[in-house]
């Protein structure tokens, strides 16, 4: 087999569910990642369809199930905390609560696929990627440590702004779409007594605000808390206080409890802030170094499919380099053929869900019956009571399910 040492940038979903892989068919693979150890914090997220196919055959699907997120379900309040829906079936963050998606904390998750890829991986914590150079044979890569080092491939599972496709690709505007919102993550303490439960309150006349879930035995909350822009925003996506203040400008005055919300996110251990946003790209190879996950292939939170499609995108690009023997040529390919479908329907449903929260809207600003605003937090409700708003919603799991895994 050829090209056998991979360097991969970012240790969160992508980057260690393809390790595990990939030391599996006997590659040696170096992990760099920038935080310091493995990385805390984000809301929970969903593992659904094929992903959970490549959880089952990477043997952490119990694993997965056991650490899952439990919610008995979730209320919407108005300004003064006042109950305007409430569902037992299923939540805003992960959906029918009977179906057979597990929704799991992030960090949760990467430490399952962590501990599953082993001892065999070398991590490089508190580091990252500062040039490369390709030539026939391999990458040179240099390291803001200084360290320099020659593998055989790079990738890319460095996320939405990933460092490594700046390097390969170019700058990140050419690749982003922005798609009008914001959205800071954070864990709390448990202070309004949530059990099991999620709250969520909308900002009257926007379709943001945001909410808080309780987790890890109602021990604490992850808060989540967002607001619209339609232009993206000139900040430092790595300076924490600089985001902590946006957020606070933008939902000051809010009703419910944002203030006492607003205010745990200065002690938070975890604090995430980003756009949500998606990625597009013509190729996800260049050369010896390929993306993978958000890097490569974003959905946004909205889409509700970044770690599925990140997990699904780990199986298939180690696979094809197996079955490719290691060349890397005829693999990338290889991976853009067979996930390229799936990752455009996946990525499309963030569109439709934005569609569908903006039906929302007007449904609760025309309407001023309580029935229509119960309706108002419930996507498929805002949907069914306003068919003059009807939009082409797309079979959520006819999408999630559209990809059929090939055996490696
Ligand atoms: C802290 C955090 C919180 C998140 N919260 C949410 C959430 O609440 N809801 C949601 O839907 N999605 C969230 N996401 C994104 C979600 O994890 C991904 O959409 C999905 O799981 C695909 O994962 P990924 O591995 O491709 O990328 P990501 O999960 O984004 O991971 C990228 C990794 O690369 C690392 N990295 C970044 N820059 C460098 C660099 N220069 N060198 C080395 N490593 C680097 C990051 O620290 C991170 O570990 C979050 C991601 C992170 C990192």
């Known amino acids: 087999m050829e090209n056998t040492s991979v360097l991969i940038s970012g240790a969160s979903i992508g980057g260690p569910a393809l390790a595990y892989w990939l030391t599996r068919y006997g590659f040696d693979v170096t992990i760099v990642e920038i935080s310091d150890g493995p990385r805390p914090g984000g809301q929970a997220i969903d593992v659904r369809g094929p992903a959970l196919e490549v959880a089952e055959r990477m043997g952490v699907l119990d694993d997965i199930r056991a650490a899952r997120v439990r919610m008995r379900g979730m209320s919407m309040v108005d300004a003064e905390g006042n109950e305007l829906f409430r569902s037992e079936e299923r939540t805003i963050t992960g959906g029918d609560l009977d179906s057979p998606d597990v929704e799991i904390l992030r960090d949760d998750l990467s430490r399952i696929l962590a501990e599953a890829a082993g001892d065999r991986v070398e991590y490089l914590y508190g580091d990252s990627i500062a040039g490369l150079e390709q030539d026939a044979d391999r990458v040179r890569v240099y390291f803001a440590s200084g360290l320099q080092r020659d593998f055989d491939l790079v990738v890319g599972a460095d996320g939405l702004h990933s460092n490594t496709r700046r390097l390969a690709f170019g700058p990140e505007d050419a690749f982003i779409t922005h798609l009008g919102t914001y959205l800071g993550v954070w864990t709390a303490p448990n202070f309004l007594g949530l ?200 079979d959520f799991g006819e999408i999630v399910n559209s990809l059929t895994l090939k055996a490696y």
């Open 195 to 394: 059990d099991e439960w999620q709250v969520f309150h909308q900002v009257p006349g926007s379709s943001w605000g945001g909410g808080a879930m309780s987790v890890r035995d109602n021990r604490e909350v992850r808060v989540y808390l967002g607001f619209e822009a339609p232009e993206p925003l000139d900040y430092d996506y790595r300076d924490t206080s600089e985001q902590q203040r946006l957020l606070a400008e933008r939902l000051a005055g809010g009703g419910w409890e944002l203030p006492r919300l607003l205010e745990t996110m200065k002690d938070a251990p975890d604090f995430h802030f980003d756009a949500m946003a998606q990625v597009h790209m013509d190729s996800w190879s260049s050369g010896r170094v390929v993306l993978l996950g958000d890097a490569g292939y974003c959905g946004s939170p909205l889409s509700g499919q970044g770690t599925s499609m990140a997990m699904v995108g780990a199986y298939v690009l180690a696979g094809e380099l197996k079955e490719a023997d290691g060349n890397h040529r005829k693999a990338f390919d290889a991976y853009e053929r067979e996930l390229r479908d799936y990752v455009s329907a996946n990525q499309e449903l963030a569109l439709t869900n934005k569609a569908r929260v903006e039906a929302q809207q007007a449904a609760a600003m025309t309407s001023e019956t309580d029935a229509d605003a119960d309706a108002a937090g419930h996507p498929d409700q805002a949907a069914v009571g306003h068919p003059d708003e009807v939009i082409d919603f797309q």
